[in-house]
């Protein structure tokens, strides 16, 4: 008898002793990704910055053909004025052409499932409007509209507000039909099941849209900045590449692309952390990422 406990209590302990290292794995498993997350990233771009420095040593290419990583640095810092002022201009088409597309995006969507007939009338047309290149409409937005900022304007717009609309639209059809069954019975308006239930619904989708916006947004107005070229507005990030081309100041043309790439960049995290906060309290997509 007291072998079969010895056995027994053995076969506990080597339970426990598994579970104990299952848990420690575990536990170590999550640290790596919370410090790999941050530490790979940062390690890949070493690398690569490394990797480029020596070929442009290696095989002494001249900076008006391809700059080194230092150069590309120093041309930042030096010609930080004309950047950031053509940044500026980048930008604030950018947040202008995001804001239109929420307001106009989220207005069409909310008119859509409020009306079947508005949606069957115009939805196919918005989804002309967003496979049609912008590069190919531009230049007739150029033609028809006088002021350049506000041409701008309509082809980041153009680019921008159709995630919007789809995913917002998506959100509100997608109310559980047994809470909408249960909001009739109660006899709820339009209204009242609206900004009760759909909205509601339709906010994750709603943002996971706004992020997707907020990029695109940024192409749409450096596309057209590329159509417009001098013909107006003339200094914004676009341009600035443009004409640091036309001058062989590759190093420039660098260094705009490079703060092109951190706005975006920027776009996507603040959207992204205004998305989290907004649902970390009570949507299971931010509450996985709570855990």
């Keep these: 008898m007291t072998f079969v406990q010895t ?12 579970a104990v290292n299952e848990e420690r794995k575990r536990l170590m498993r999550r ?4 410090i790999g997350k941050w530490l790979l990233p940062a390690l890949v771009l070493l690398l690569s910055l490394w990797f480029w420095d ?19 640095w120093t041309t930042l810092v030096t010609d930080w004025g004309l950047l950031y002022d053509a940044l500026k201009i980048t930008f604030r ?6 804001l239109v597309a929420v307001i106009g995006g989220a207005g069409l969507a909310i008119l859509f499932t409020q009306s079947r007939l508005f949606e069957m009338s115009l939805f196919p047309y918005a989804v002309v409007l967003q496979v049609t290149p912008i590069i190919s409409i531009a230049p007739l937005i150029f033609i028809y509209v006088e002021n350049k900022l506000a041409g701008l304007l309509i082809c980041a717009w153009i680019v921008a507000f159709f995630p919007i609309l789809s995913n917002t639209t998506l959100g509100l059809n997608s109310t559980d039909h047994n809470l909408r069954d249960l909001f009739r019975i109660y006899g709820a308006t339009r209204w009242q099941r609206l900004v009760h239930l759909q909205l509601p619904t339709a906010l994750p ?6 992020r997707i916006a907020g990029g695109l947004s940024l192409i749409g107005a450096v596309v057209a900045e590329y159509v417009a070229g001098t013909g107006g507005i003339g200094s914004g990030l676009a341009f600035t590449i443009l004409e640091a081309g036309y001058r062989l100041n590759i190093p420039r043309m660098f260094a705009a692309l490079l703060i092109i790439a ?3 960049v920027f776009i996507f995290l603040t959207l992204s952390i205004i998305s989290h906060l907004l649902l970390r309290k009570w949507h299971e997509s931010a509450l996985k990422q709570e855990q």
């Design 31 to 34: 640290r790596f990704e919370k």
């Design 262 to 264: 951190g706005t975006g």
């Design 205 to 210: 989708y709603f943002l996971g849209g706004l």
């Design 54 to 72: 020596r070929i442009v040593v290696w095989n002494e290419i001249p900076h008006y053909i391809l700059p080194g990583p230092g150069k590309v």
């Design 7 to 18: 056995r027994m209590s053995g076969g506990i302990d080597d339970a426990s002793l598994a």
């Design 93 to 98: 088409i950018t947040m202008l052409a995001l």
